[in-house]
């Protein structure tokens, strides 16, 4: 079970961090990842990280602003979100996977566990 959290509402340029606990299995060895759905969209990566923490892939639109990282234990990840935008607005979403291939690590297909999502509201 994933229980995402720390979702909700700030204004442009301003600053959020998610949170996503693991339980229920031994997750620590999985490799671990965000994405997110706006209104009307496809859901879509957004970051992932190795279950050593040791590798992170990040989506173009988020590179620079979005930091993920892992927690102590390492069923926890983060994301913390620098410099958000409207277009960052979207129902975020934290899935985890037995270890897979780098090129797979951002593919929505490769994760098989989700959890329910936060809400993150940018206002202009």
């Known amino acids: 079970q994933l229980q995402a959290s720390g979702g909700g509402l700030v204004q442009a340029g301003g600053s959020l961090r998610l949170s996503c606990a693991a339980s229920?299995?031994?997750?620590?060895?999985?490799?671990m990842a965000w994405f997110r759905q706006a209104p009307g969209k496809e859901r879509e990566f957004i970051a992932a990280i190795r279950w050593s923490g040791g590798t992170t892939v990040y989506a173009d639109s988020v590179k620079g602003r979005f930091t993920i990282s892992r927690g102590n234990p390492k069923t926890t990840v983060f994301l913390q979100m620098n410099s958000l935008k409207p277009d960052d607005t979207a129902v975020y979403y934290c899935?985890?996977?037995?270890?897979?291939?780098?090129?797979?690590?951002?593919?929505?297909?490769?994760?098989?566990?989700w959890g329910k999502g936060t809400l993150v509201t940018v206002s202009s």
């Open positions: 229920g299995r031994s997750f620590r060895d999985y490799d």
């Open positions: 899935a985890t996977t037995s270890r897979v291939a780098h090129s797979a690590l951002a593919e929505r297909s490769s994760y098989h566990y």
